[in-house]
């Protein structure tokens, strides 16, 4: 009998050993066709849920200055934080999403990790056992697993011991039951019934809080296994996770109490359930896990950076992969941006540049001849060579410092502020920084759009100015050709330029030295078949402008 049960169990490992093993030879097989073609399937995350570490961490600090989101939203980063996401856990998105965010001109953090992207390029044995790791972590929004170590963790079930009593009682129904019948069977219905209403009137308190101790339950097992990663070159990881991971692997036990009959399927799982309500397992087991964590609340927050680290660090070495061309850039103390062949990570066959900017530079040009996308490209590759240690160029230099655009303004209804006013805060959070003494580099496109012709030109003259006499490079683009005059002392001066081809407008989208003479916006009225009455007479007006610098008045109508 006993050679039949060893028997049954030995052919039970089998079975699941192979069970997981075809598993992860599957799974294998799909991250090498990923790792090769340069492609992979994006999840829906939703960027409320990947933003929730970095939400966290600039809550807890008092004067944070990564990219603000202004300058996130004008650069469309959400956008190139997907193409860049190929994370495989929730905790590696966060870390990522943050990284893209936390500037820091010491630039002592991503200058460390370029060792690890090379390490992770290229040692395809260790990156595939890390991949099978983090995809077994996998991903699941809303779990906001980093407030456990930001946030002060208190009890959310109050008077626990009552709880650990109530639990106690059914126990000692069955024990009474052996002296008195009636008083045992009294006290472990009445118990049932008390517990029963307990646990179904506060269920719904807990249910979001549950999901986020399964996920950090989860993360610990991670945690336990990359420890058993067996590769030098990261043993610095493994032996932080082995001394970090130990005072919380009673979380896993725990958490195993709390899934008890919740995989759904079962036969069994409605007695599952009914042992879970009898004794309360969800409360305190929920309560110890939130104590266990609040007592290491340290050695979790390191336990779920390395893993960030390491989850982020191999969707940058498979980005990089998938470029045609990339370098890792170069920091000086030189106010000035250099650049060779540089693109904009979001265009597909994108027209490259080659600039070198100094202090303060103003592009103009007319519509649609690529200014706004030149300096976007600048300002994201700005942003990336100081996160990433990664640009879409050949080379690339430059000073470290903060990133801050001025671009997409919009009027803010809720808030009742008009265009122009919208657009005057947003340039004040670049003074601001500059008047702090922080290296800033900012980027603005059409200042001061919002007003009238006089006042816009006075005042943009003034701002360029100010920003001139700062600390700080700007990069200013702008279609007011009266600006190349007025600031052509201190501003060095490009242009983006169109041809006429076969009647179309033709654009190059490449940079070129010199302030913008040509204009193309009454062409464009001509294009799209406005009446000949008003191209005819716009030109005209234009003409009489440019020749007396002063405008034609309009005729009365009779």
């Not at 896993?252 to 995989?263: M, W, Y």
Request: charged share 20%; aromatic share 10%; glycine share 4%.
């Amino acid at each position: 009998m006993g050679i039949i049960i060893l028997s049954v169990i030995f052919i039970a490992i089998v079975l699941i050993s192979y069970h997981l093993l075809m598993k992860n030879n599957k799974k294998l097989k799909r991250l090498r066709k990923e790792w090769e073609t340069g492609n992979f399937q994006t999840l829906d995350e939703p960027i409320q849920s990947v933003s929730s570490y970095w939400a966290n961490k600039k809550n807890s600090q008092s004067n944070y200055d990564g990219v603000d989101q202004l300058t996130w939203d004008d650069l469309a980063m959400d956008e190139v934080f997907q193409k860049l996401n190929y994370t495989q856990s929730t905790v590696g998105s966060e870390y990522l999403f943050n990284q893209l965010r936390d500037i820091n001109p010491s630039l002592a953090q991503v200058q460390n990790n370029e060792e690890l992207y090379t390490l992770l390029a290229t040692n395809q044995e260790l990156r595939e056992e890390l991949l099978l790791i983090l995809s077994g972590l996998g991903k699941r929004n809303y779990t906001n697993s980093s407030s456990f170590f930001f946030e002060e963790q208190s009890e959310k079930i109050k008077h626990a011991s009552i709880y650990i009593l109530l639990a106690i009682l059914p126990i000692l129904s069955i024990f009474l039951l052996f002296y008195s019948v009636k008083y045992g069977l009294v006290i472990l219905f009445g118990s049932f019934l008390v517990n029963t209403i307990i646990y179904y009137r506060n269920k719904s308190m807990l249910a979001n809080d549950l999901l986020s101790v399964s996920y950090v339950a989860v993360i610990i097992q991670a945690a336990k296994s990359l420890a058993s990663v067996n590769h030098s070159e990261i043993s610095t990881y493994t032996n932080e996770f082995k001394e970090k991971v130990r005072p919380l692997k009673k979380i896993l036990a725990l958490t195993k109490i709390v899934a008890f009959g919740k995989d759904g399927g079962g036969e069994f799982d409605f007695l599952f359930e009914y042992i879970r309500i009898l004794f309360l397992l969800d409360f305190i087991s929920y309560n110890k896990i939130i104590k266990t964590v609040a007592n290491h609340k340290e050695k979790y927050r390191e336990i779920w950076e390395r893993i960030g680290e390491l989850d982020a660090a191999i969707a940058v070495a498979f980005y990089r992969k998938s470029l045609d061309t990339y370098c890792t850039p170069i920091f000086s103390d030189q106010e000035e941006i250099t650049f060779e062949k540089m693109a904009h990570p979001l265009i597909d066959k994108p027209v490259t540049n080659t600039s070198t900017l100094g202090k303060s530079t103003l592009i103009t040009g007319s519509n649609a001849s690529g200014k706004s996308t030149y300096i976007k490209a600048i300002a994201i590759n700005a942003i990336s060579a100081q996160t990433i240690h990664t640009v879409l160029a050949e080379k690339w230099t430059m000073k470290p410092s903060f990133i801050a655009t001025s671009m997409a303004i919009q009027d803010n209804v809720l808030d009742g502020d008009s265009y122009f006013i919208a657009e005057i805060k947003s340039l004040q959070r670049i003074t601001r920084l500059i008047e702090e003494g922080k290296p800033c580099i900012s980027f603005i496109d059409e200042i001061l759009k919002g007003t009238n012709t006089i006042e816009r030109i006075a005042a943009s003259a003034a701002m360029m100015e100010w920003l001139s006499m700062n600390k700080g490079i700007n990069v200013i683009a702008s279609h007011d050709i009266e600006l190349t005059e007025i600031a052509r002392h201190s501003y060095t001066n490009y242009h983006f330029r169109e041809s006429i081809e076969d009647g179309e407008i033709r654009f190059d989208y490449t940079v070129h030295s010199g302030p913008s003479t040509t204009k193309n916006a009454i062409r464009l009225l001509e294009m799209l078949g406005y009446p000949t009455s008003i191209t005819e007479k716009a030109n005209g007006l234009a003409q009489h402008f440019t020749e007396r610098r002063e405008w034609e008045v309009i005729r009365k109508n009779r």
